[in-house]
């Protein structure tokens, strides 16, 4: 029988295939143990939603905290955003076996919505028909306590996760203020994470003096996986496809510690002639075809400027203000720099602690590069 391909790529990995995190994940226990929030910024196919997840067995078995994730991605409306956390409520206080205790709290918040709060609440408007606004305001403000109450109730702390956070703050317009006037009140009972794939729209939401949330949640960040756990992980499942072993590690030095595409690659090296002496070679270009749509969506979304800078960076500048790659792009010296610090802010590109340039996703730079 033929053995079934062990690399997944099109979804996160469940927490018990967690690779390289536990500096990170014994960070954010500590501080949730602790009472301080947590903000968690990473670009998309980091390996987030893992990490995620195994905080929330963690906190869980470990810690008898009740977890709730709650998933904002793609979020439309206000009416979604409520949805959003009755369902992530519903899900943590169930496997916590507080199903009763969710059907009370779920049906005081209904049933009190008809109070209606004013139409301006902690500076927030609602752009949607102002009695359904107010409602869903209402039923919005009883969900942000039920930590409060089941606190009261089990005598168990919680803790939130507010994944995709960025995706909530465009829908509703100073949501923030609305957080705050909540959870500056549940030291003693829930603990927050604020976690998001746009690093610096959170790094100014609570870096800034002027926002509600200013200073309100410690920094964790995300990095690339480091080498040696990233090949070790992948050693044990390719073991059954030598010699295909011995590409790993040039596959983990292209991948460049990027969880999903090496995972998307390995998927693809797994179905090379292990006899292949270029085996690895056929394994990146199968995973760029595969990618390719993705890629040309990223591409077009630029700027013309930007465009020009990522070009830059794929030949190998990582200095995008020098004489060379000034030379290369024929734009401005401002402009550059300005294109740059865009492709950064969308995570497109990264700085590493010199002060040099890459990008991200290893896919998109051989996508751009003139010798593939």
Not at 19 to 40: F, H, K, N, T
Not at 131 to 152: I, K, Q, T
Request: net charge negative; proline share 5%; charged share 25%.
């Amino acid at each position: 029988m033929k053995l079934a391909n062990p690399f997944v790529f099109d979804r996160p990995l469940p927490p018990g295939e967690l690779i390289d995190r536990e500096e990170e994940l014994d960070l954010l226990v500590a501080l949730a143990v602790g009472g301080q929030s947590a903000r968690l910024a990473a670009p998309r196919r980091y390996g987030k939603t893992t990490l995620l997840g195994a905080l929330v067995d963690h906190i869980e078995r470990e810690e008898g905290f009740i977890a709730t994730l709650l998933d904002f991605s793609r979020v439309t409306s206000m009416a979604d955003v409520v949805a959003r956390f009755e369902q992530g409520y519903a899900e943590g206080l169930e496997r916590s076996k507080l199903r009763a205790l969710w059907r009370s709290l779920r049906r005081r918040a209904t049933v009190d919505a008809h109070l209606r709060v004013p139409g301006d609440v902690a500076g927030v408007s609602v752009g949607i028909a102002p009695a359904d606004g107010e409602e869903l305001l209402s039923r919005l403000h009883h969900l942000l306590e039920v930590p409060r109450v089941v606190h009261e109730r089990t005598g168990r702390r919680c803790l939130v996760i507010f994944d995709e956070f960025q995706d909530l703050l465009k829908v509703v317009q100073g949501v923030d203020g609305i957080l705050r006037s909540h959870i500056q009140h549940h030291y003693k009972v829930a603990s927050y994470v604020f976690a998001g794939s746009e690093p610096s729209l959170l790094a100014e939401l609570f870096g800034d003096r002027k926002r509600p949330l200013f200073e309100q949640a410690r920094s964790v960040p995300l990095g690339p996986l480091a080498p040696a756990p990233l090949a070790a992980w992948l050693e044990t499942r390719l073991g059954s496809r030598e010699p295909l072993g011995e590409w790993i590690d040039e596959l983990v030095a292209f991948s460049g510690g990027h969880p999903q595409r090496a995972m998307m690659i390995a998927h693809m090296l797994w179905e090379q002639d292990p006899q292949d002496p270029d085996a690895l070679s056929h394994a990146i270009n199968a995973a760029t075809r595969e990618a390719a749509e993705g890629l040309e969506q990223t591409w077009t979304s630029l700027s013309a400027n930007e465009r020009k800078v990522l070009g830059v960076i794929a030949t190998g500048q990582r200095q995008v203000t020098s004489k060379a790659a000034l030379a290369l792009s024929e734009i401005g010296k401002g402009s550059q720099a300005y294109a740059a610090a865009s492709l950064v802010e969308h995570c497109i590109l990264r700085t590493s602690s010199d002060g040099l340039l890459s990008i991200v996703d290893p896919l998109l730079a051989r996508w751009l590069s003139p010798a593939r």
